[in-house]
């Protein structure tokens, strides 16, 4: 089984054009661009063995809780890897650090023998670029190994989004992957949480998350400073600020009461989002990796993380990737479900998100 970490919505320009004579004028270019979702996932046993034996026709897949006809895609590994490790430097990362630095050969591991470009982005209040994309495995381990503290921020959302900017300008061919190692919690961040929700969900890019508790006070502190910001919604409309609501009340659930008023498909994808944002709230590494269709590992100690690489490198090329066209998908956020029809003693992790913008949701363009 080969894997693909193309798990976001993934718009494919085809042309078809005519190679015009020595004296002909050239023939006008016709271009259309369709929709296609990939959707990886592990299966396994209840004893954590995966399972190779599945096809189609065993996988009930939904967007947003519609059922839709799905397809295992076959012959996917072999493309070459874009990978960026992100290391969280600031904070309690600081104290950390003494745990990335020999992580070298354990991210080949990861990678395996496929061709590969390696970036390592360090953050702390804001991201860096430690080494620019490499396919020197010496050169990676370097950079991990010179890792300096930093800043007392622990900037996480913005790290991600750096990372995902950066994977954006490889090229097409590469499946692409961010392996984050941070707290829990995020510190500073300039980026909202809409915005991170959107980015992390309209790519091509799983995240693996391997992530040592933040404080129980700081959680407290940031989750309510986080919870400020907006959750989804019209302005002016359910989501507005009701001067006569219960002090009680809180924006998720007014939210939550925001759903009565959509279509069920819209209030599935409405919701979806809503627990988004609310899971990145309260821990970010584990909710960018159920969201990409990666994996999160907690890790205390040196020995721990590296049986986590370990772990992810053991998976990465035992994942089933299923693909589907959605009928002129909504602008917005989907949520994707994923199912098996008649073994219910296997555990199946998967994809759980995708994010259609309105160009993408209008199927074609000239």
């Not at 004579?21 to 270019?29: K, L, N, T, Y």
């Not at 959707?39 to 059922?67: Q, S, Y």
């Not at 670029?129 to 900037?155: C, I, K, M, N, Q």
Request: aromatic share 6%; with cysteine.
């Amino acid at each position: 089984m080969k894997l693909v970490f193309l798990i976001a919505l993934v718009c494919i320009p085809a042309a078809l054009a005519q190679t015009p004579g020595p004296s002909a004028p050239q023939s006008p270019v016709l271009s259309t661009r369709t929709t296609l979702v990939l959707v990886p996932a592990l299966i396994r046993t209840r004893n954590g063995e995966p399972v190779f034996t599945l096809t189609a026709k065993d996988f009930v897949l939904t967007d947003d809780g519609i059922e839709q006809l799905a397809t295992v895609e076959e012959d996917t590994g072999s493309e070459p890897l874009a990978l960026v490790i992100a290391v969280q430097t600031g904070g309690a990362g600081a104290r950390q650090l003494d745990k990335y630095r020999n992580l070298g050969p354990s991210i080949e591991a990861v990678i395996g023998s496929v061709r590969h470009q390696v970036a390592v982005v360090e953050f702390d209040s804001e991201p860096r670029l430690a080494e620019d994309f490499t396919p020197d495995f010496a050169a990676v381990g370097d950079a991990l190994h010179g890792l300096a503290p930093g800043d007392r921020g622990a900037a996480i959302l913005d790290g991600l989004r750096f990372s995902v900017d950066l994977l954006r300008r490889q090229p097409p061919a590469y499946r692409r992957a961010i392996l984050l190692i941070s707290e829990t919690v995020d510190h500073g961040s300039q980026a909202k949480l809409e915005q991170a929700l959107h980015d992390v969900s309209d790519t091509n890019t799983a995240i693996y998350s391997l992530m040592f508790s933040s404080a129980k006070s700081a959680v407290k502190n940031e989750s309510s400073q986080m919870f400020r910001s907006s959750t989804p919604g019209p302005p002016g409309g359910c989501m507005a600020k009701d001067p006569n609501a219960d002090p009680g009340e809180n924006r998720l659930e007014q939210a939550f009461d925001c759903l009565s008023l959509l279509a069920p498909p819209l209030r599935a994808a409405k919701m979806a989002a809503i627990l988004g944002m609310d899971g990145l709230r309260r821990n970010v590494p584990e909710s960018v990796a159920q969201l990409t269709g990666g994996e999160s590992f907690k890790f205390t100690d040196a020995r721990g993380l590296e049986r986590d690489i370990v772990a992810i490198s053991h998976h990465l090329p035992n994942r089933y990737v299923l693909s589907f066209h959605p009928p002129g998908p909504h602008p917005g956020f989907h949520s994707i479900g994923l199912r098996l029809k008649d073994y219910p003693n296997l555990v199946v992790q998967a994809r759980n998100g995708y994010w259609a913008d309105e160009e993408t949701a209008a199927g074609t363009n000239p």
